[in-house]
Every structure is written in C-alpha cells, then in structure tokens.
Nanobody, 121 residues
Framework: QVQLVESGGGLVQPGGSLGLSCAASGSIFSINFMAWYRQTPGKERELVAR???????NYADSVKGRFTISRDNGKRAVYLQMNSLKPEDTAVYYC???????????????WGQGTPVTVSS
C-alpha cells in the first residue's frame, strides 16, 4: 500500500506565502518524478510544478518566479513554497509521484487526497 499525504493548505491573503508538504509512505522501492497539480471547480487538473529524482524542475508559466518545488529523497517528500500568492492561485492542490514498489515492479502514478489553498482578503 502506497500513500501520499499532503499538508499545509489554508487561507492566506493576496501577496502572502504558504508552504505545502507531501510525504510518501508504504512499500516503496524508488520514486521518480514528483509533482504538484491544482484544480478548481469546473476546470481540469493542471500541472503546477514537477521535479525529477535528480532535482530538475519545471513550472507552469503562471507560477514561475513565485513558486518553488523541492524534494527530500531521504524523507520521500516533496514541497511547494508559494510566494506572492494571487487570488487566482486558489485551488485544491494535489501531490503526485511516480513510484515503483519493488525492483521488478512497473512504475505507477499515485495521488494525494488534496489540500485546499484559498487566497483571499
């Protein structure tokens, strides 16, 4: 059983900062890419930021220069530091990881349960 558990969402004023965390647990052999997505009602889930096992990152244009993704491979965790938040950043944020459960297993994508972020005055 593999689980991804997010934490750190909440309410923040425009221009403020918030940090999200996501930890993977369970029977895990290796983790490849880890990422953060977000979704608002009526819209498709969109990629916010992604990080490889070696630390290469890429970001959605809408968050470049404001958000930073990082990971701690020893803790099997991924983080998202969000600065200069805007009302349009309001969404449910989901973490995502490509995980192999054993050396002979295929890689599968797992999702967390989501954590809400509201940017409002």
């Amino acid at each position: 059983q593999v689980q991804l558990v997010e934490s750190g969402g909440g309410l923040v004023q425009p221009g403020g900062s918030l940090g999200l965390s996501c930890a993977a647990s369970g029977s895990i052999f290796s983790i490849n890419f880890m990422a953060w997505y977000r979704q608002t009602p009526g819209k498709e889930r969109e990629l916010v930021a992604r990080i490889s096992g070696g630390g290469r990152t890429n970001y959605a244009d809408s968050v470049k220069g404001r958000f930073t993704i990082s990971r701690d491979n020893g803790k099997r965790a991924v983080y998202l530091q969000m600065n200069s938040l805007k009302p349009e950043d309001t969404a449910v944020y989901y973490c995502n990881a490509d995980i192999r459960r054993s050396w002979f297993d295929n890689e599968y994508t797992y999702w967390g349960q989501g954590t809400p972020v509201t940017v409002s005055s």
